[in-house]
């Protein structure tokens, strides 16, 4: 019987959720680029390599290291989310049509729609946690 750490099921599930999402990303990369072109914010490619980075940097920490310094991952969890629910909300409130949301690139695609946004809600609402004993017991460490 392997015996788990408690409090490492929420970051590990995140950390393979976001590495899910950059999988799909990655493997149509040209299709991805594509459905941001149609949030009309920014530039594609930078908004790819911006929310790549951050899904596979998370992504990893969390999944493999969920207690190892977990400020570092949940910043850039964070950051990697707002990011996401601010192409997400702009769009929405411009009234644009995004056929795909883009989560998984060019699979599992959604349009968006006001669930998307409240999907993105609900995963910042994951971020900000308990507070640490450690170094960071002044701060909020997010994810732990």
């Given amino acids: 019987m392997s015996r788990r750490r408690p409090g490492t099921l929420l970051p590990r599930f995140l950390g393979l959720l976001f590495l899910t999402?950059?999988?799909?990303q990655l493997s149509a990369l040209a299709g991805f680029r594509a459905i941001l072109a149609t949030y009309d914010f920014g530039g594609p490619p930078l908004l790819a390599v911006l929310l790549l980075a951050g899904e596979l940097l998370a992504g990893g920490w969390l999944l493999f290291a969920p207690r190892q310094r977990p400020i570092v991952p949940?910043?850039?969890?964070a950051g990697t989310s707002v990011l996401w629910s601010l192409l997400a909300a702009q769009a929405f409130v411009r009234?644009?049509?995004?056929?795909n949301?883009?989560?998984?690139?060019?699979?599992?695609?959604?349009?968006?729609?006001?669930?998307?946004?409240?999907q993105d809600a609900l995963l910042l609402n994951r971020a900000p946690r308990r507070r640490s004993r450690d170094a960071w017991s002044r701060r909020t460490v997010l994810l732990r």
Avoid: D
């Fill in 21 to 24: 999402m950059a999988a799909g």
């Fill in 74 to 77: 949940a910043v850039i969890f």
């Fill in 95 to 99: 009234g644009l049509v995004v056929p």
């Fill in 101 to 118: 949301c883009g989560c998984f690139g060019i699979y599992l695609g959604q349009p968006l729609r006001w669930w998307v946004l409240l």
